[in-house]
């Protein structure tokens, strides 16, 4: 008999609406283990859509094998409970994993989201089966249910991104899909009778299980915001010292009591260029492009009395935690701007500011739109004539980010300086590299060589950027660059 048909669109449009909450939700839970890359977002969506596939095809000829009714019951329960193990499955192999990239993420994705998928995704075509009692309204009943289908995911996919995570922490969120899929699958489990025996007493049971597995294992994070998996530790050598930790890397050192104390090398060699600009403790109009835990614009702050810093940040729960946990103050002094940097920056008057500070990447992430000549242009527009401006590239092996992004400023700038610890070639070693630009040559102690670290002059920057080609909005690899060589 065949389904109603308003019951048919609905199951299909929460199995495959259901696919792409996980996916979503699946990479927010992946990140704290193993970052953030194009390549682990690839590498989730294509074992999702892996899932859909083989439950599209493994669905219909299961269909064709046994009672499309019960098997329909069978796979809302079953995909519930995969949801709800989903939590407990990465917080179980995610330790295990952490750190070691790509493979990782392929890794993880496969035990959590694939089984998932698959089952999710057999739905549509068993419920397919039971409408199919007309072959010349097979074509109608084939497109409508997939057009419902598609609905469900495009429902799933804007609800995630627009309300579910900025309102709700990824675990409830995941323990309400899988409850919500649970009873729909006892639902017609009752209906088609296809549970017997205890098989309906076992399924909630072992929803409940799951549910409060997911609810126990707890979270790394202190914030979950729409950006990261965000928390704050105490470092046990400096009472007053606490370390933001975004997904599964340390990001910022603020330290509570000495807004002056600069604890990651790279922040010190910023730091000297700030010291070293006009007369020591004069005022100075600074734009920090990313905040993280505002420890340059607190030192700013500290260090010349009457500056204004403002600070260009995309993630607004991360400013909350900042002023929670990391001391943050803000007001006419400090003032900070939430939304991305390349549409925030265009609302600062032109010549308005002494510094522009970059510290927006990271050691994964890298916000190619952020780094491109486009890009460098307007942070010109903003600067001042004998402006500098100030960017942290994190980068390692044969440095191809680095080089692309020094081009883009030598191209732009009239001069540039490197600084980062060398290698023994001489030639800069991985990590956090600073590059230090201006329209007016710079003196010597605007970039200083100390803290283990030395300065390349713009001579030799244009030898090791070599034949890479500046960044532009058209151009601009960056993931590809800086994932190649780590």
């Known amino acids: 008999m065949a389904l109603p048909a308003p019951l048919a669109a609905a199951l299909v449009f929460l199995a495959s609406g259901a696919v792409l909450v996980l996916e979503i939700l699946g990479i927010r839970l992946l990140a704290p283990y193993v970052g953030l890359t194009l390549e682990t977002y690839t590498t989730i969506i294509g074992v999702v859509l892996g899932g859909i596939a083989a439950g599209a095809a493994l669905g219909g000829r299961a269909a064709d094998a046994v009672d499309p009714r019960r098997l329909l019951a069978a796979l809302l329960a079953c995909g519930g409970l995969l949801a709800l193990s989903t939590v407990p499955i990465v917080r179980l192999f995610g330790e295990a994993f952490e750190g070691e990239g790509t493979a990782s993420a392929l890794a993880l994705a496969l035990f959590a989201l694939l089984p998932t998928a698959t089952v999710l995704s057999a739905v549509t075509p068993v419920v397919a089966k039971l409408q199919l009692g007309d072959l010349r309204t097979s074509g109608t009943i084939v497109g409508r249910l997939s057009a419902w289908a598609t609905a469900g995911a495009l429902v799933g996919t804007f609800c995630t991104g627009f309300v579910l995570v900025p309102l709700l922490p990824v675990r409830a969120t995941v323990i309400g899909l899988g409850a919500v899929l649970v009873l729909a699958g006892i639902g017609a489990g009752v209906a088609f ?283 601009a690899p960056a993931d590809q660059l800086i994932s190649a060589t780590t």
Do not use: K
């Not at 010291?275 to 005022?283: F, I, L, N, V, W």
């Not at 060398?422 to 605007?446: F, T």
């Open 193 to 475: 009778r296809a549970f017997p025996g205890g098989g309906l007493a076992a399924v909630a049971g072992g929803a409940v299980l799951l549910a409060a597995t997911a609810a126990a294992v707890g979270t790394r994070c202190t914030t979950e915001s729409v950006y990261y998996c965000a928390r704050v530790e105490i470092d046990d050598e400096r009472p007053s010292g606490r370390v933001l930790v975004l997904d599964d890397l340390r990001h910022s050192y603020v330290d509570l009591d000495d807004p002056r104390h600069l604890d990651f090398a790279y922040t010190r060699w910023m730091g000297d260029a700030l010291d070293a600009m006009r007369p020591a403790g004069a005022p100075l109009d600074a734009i920090f492009i990313g905040g993280g835990g505002f420890t340059l614009p607190r030192y700013v702050a500290a260090t010349r009395s009457g500056s204004t810093a403002r600070v260009l940040e995309v993630d607004g729960q991360l400013v909350d935690l900042a002023r929670e946990r990391l001391g943050l103050r803000t007001g006419r002094a400090l003032a900070v701007r939430v939304g991305d940097a390349r549409v925030t920056l265009r609302g600062e008057p032109t010549g308005s500011a002494d510094v522009v500070v970059g510290d927006a990447f990271g050691s994964r992430t890298v916000p190619w739109h952020l780094a491109t000549a486009e890009f460098v242009a307007d942070i010109r527009r903003v600067l001042r004539r004998d402006g500098l401006y100030l960017l942290n590239v994190i980068d390692y092996g044969d440095l191809d980010l680095l080089r692309a992004e020094a081009a883009t400023l030598l191209d732009a700038f009239a001069d540039v300086r490197l600084v980062a610890v060398p290698g023994d070639d001489g030639r800069p070693a991985g990590g956090n590299l600073v590059l230090i630009a201006s329209d007016q040559q710079l003196p010597p102690a605007v970039a200083p060589a100390s803290r283990g670290a030395i300065t390349y002059d713009r001579a030799a920057l244009v030898d090791l950027v070599g034949e890479a080609e500046p960044l532009t909005d058209d151009d």
